[in-house]
């Protein structure tokens, strides 16, 4: 059974660097798939963050780009978000999941909530 | 981006009976349209991919219908558990976009 785990601060303040990871146990990330953060905001709707290739290649939604890097540890079976200049609006329940590509989300992992906030 | 388009934004329907959940995308995603369910501090659940294709222990009450840029998840009978929030989304394109979501509530 593919799972996924967050971890990271949950408190991070204005202007500072959001950096997350999502542990993956039940599949090695280097077998294949697409591995993606997505984030909702309280109360709010899903916004696809980027996800990024076992091989290391990434797409990041234009709208958030100059400051999103997601990377891969293959070592340690994880992959990394790391969102810079955070404000307010970047406060969200932060998910990592995984997809094939052409394919939907299909593992989540719990979700981790990230508080923007001095 | 292809921008996903829910409706209605709330539903209300009493146990036992359909519901009819709409999706609109801004262009043509051909079939590649899947639905999730979302409970209150939960992550979504898929259930359907290629529109109308159920993930795996979705109960068939649960349908998917359409293509190109409408789209319909119906819920023949809706059970307690049923009530919910669900999202559209596309995945044939980049970036990959969500609906803003449809909350089933208790009539």
């Known amino acids: 059974q593919v799972q996924l785990q967050e971890s990271g601060p949950g408190l991070v303040k204005p202007s500072e660097t959001l950096s997350l990871t999502c542990a993956v146990s039940?599949?090695?990330?280097?077998?294949?798939?697409?591995w993606g953060w997505i984030r909702q905001p309280p109360g709010k709707g899903l916004e696809w963050i980027g996800s990024i290739y076992h091989s290391g290649s990434t797409y990041y939604n234009p709208s958030l780009k100059s400051r999103v890097t997601i990377s891969v540890d293959t070592s340690k079976n994880q992959f990394s978000l790391k969102l810079s200049s955070v404000t307010a609006a970047d406060t969200a329940v932060y998910y990592c999941?995984?997809?094939?590509?052409?394919?939907?989300?299909?593992?989540w992992g719990q979700g981790t909530l990230v508080t923007v906030s001095s | 981006e292809i921008v996903m388009t829910q409706s209605p934004a709330t539903l209300s329907v009493s146990p036992g009976e359909r519901a009819t959940l709409s999706c609109r995308a801004s262009q043509s995603v051909s079939s590649n349209l899947a639905w999730y369910q979302q409970k209150p501090g939960q992550a979504p659940r898929l259930l359907i991919y290629g529109a109308f294709i159920r993930a795996t222990g979705i109960p068939a009450r649960f349908s998917g219908s359409g293509s190109g840029t409408e789209f319909t998840l119906t819920i023949s009978s809706l059970q307690s558990e049923d009530f919910a929030v669900y999202y559209c989304?596309?995945?044939?394109?980049?970036?990959?976009?969500f609906g803003g979501g449809t909350k089933v509530e208790i009539k």
């Open positions: 039940g599949y090695f990330i280097s077998s294949g798939y697409y």
């Open positions: 999941a995984r997809h094939a590509g052409g394919s939907p989300f299909d593992y």
């Open positions: 989304h596309q995945y044939n394109n980049w970036p990959l976009t």
